[in-house]
């Protein structure tokens, strides 16, 4: 005779010495639970911190860069640059000359990072978003102006209301052998500050951004330019619009997207994911040692009503099935809780914010979230390998103890 799976689970798994069981399934399930829902929540901030630092450098950035192969810097053509905007989802294009300079501000002085650009720069870019004093104009009235970042501002007690006093920029010439005299050794101009951003602390702290004609004429680079910044479409492609441009430019050129400027950070934050999505999935599997447990003292429990099972034609899959079931049920519905609270808690986060940074000067008051489809699946995925892993043995002894135990 053939037992329906259901009437023999609920034969052999009554009896007065179940309760015990029942509360280690319990901790079982709460453990799971509390795991499924930590995954769910440290998956979700990693991923809310990468694309925070994707939203702060996409205000600074472009969406691609356009560089020499060799050297750090090429002759400047216009062909180039209308090359550049006739490749499909090329929104814009702005010049750029780049390099370190000295910059002096009454008796103060520092090394900066000197980004010269075009005048269309802010029309492309959102580094008006991020102005936290005065204006990103770089040419007004014929008189340039730089814009700084806030780090450098604080660093050299630069005013943007004092007129009197400017930004001085020094950068070595290509001088030759036997120049003696000091002033010849350095070209410096002088510059307005005209504005302060605020992006990320690296930012913040180097750069300067100054109009790309003042640029060429302190490195003396004539018809030069170091890269061409390059904006998309919102619809665009990057990878499409990348293969096409560098075809179009040749290899005389690399075409870079803008992730790819910041490539060791974000690969560190994928690893750092890894390694916490890992580790939090080792909790997870010690916690499911007390399901291999309640099993297994399932298993030596209900010896004899197995033996009953297979003597009234109860087969092998159908007792394994019922403890893989079993084993399922326990870890599926701490996992089903984990996933409500996790994801709950993740959009609670992402709408109101109740955990703060705790730092006044953060970039965001709170922290960021962010759920992704894929981290959910994965979880799942990770709790049911879990589980079968945890049920097989104690379902493949019960499946054979008929073979060794007999009726009393």
Known sequence: MNFPFFIARKYFLSGKKKNFINVISMISMVVVAIGTMSLILALSVFNGLEGLLRSMYGNFDPDMVVVPSSGKSFTYDSAQINLIRSVDGVRGVTEVIEDNVLVRYKESQRVVRMKGVGRDFDEYSGIKNVLVSGEFELVRDSIGYAVIGRGIQYDLSISLKNDFYTLQLYYPKDIGPGVVNPERMYTVLNILPGGVFAI??????????????????????????????VYLDADANPENVKEELQNALGDVFKVKLGDELHSDLYKVLKIEKLFVFLILVAIIGIASINIFFSLTMLVIEKKKDISVLFAQGASTKLIRNIFLYEGSIVAFSGAAVGLVLGIGLSLIQQHYGLIGMGMNSAVMNSYPVKIEIMDVFLTVIAIIAITLLASIQPAV??????STHTLQ
């Not at 004609?213 to 490195?219: I, K, N, S, Y």
């Not at 002894?397 to 008929?402: G, I, V």
């Open 200 to 229: 990320e602390k690296y930012y913040d702290d180097n750069y300067v951004f100054v109009p790309v004609e003042f640029a060429r004429e302190l490195l003396n680079y004539k018809n030069k330019l170091t890269s061409y910044d």
């Open 397 to 402: 002894k019960a499946s054979k103890s008929f």
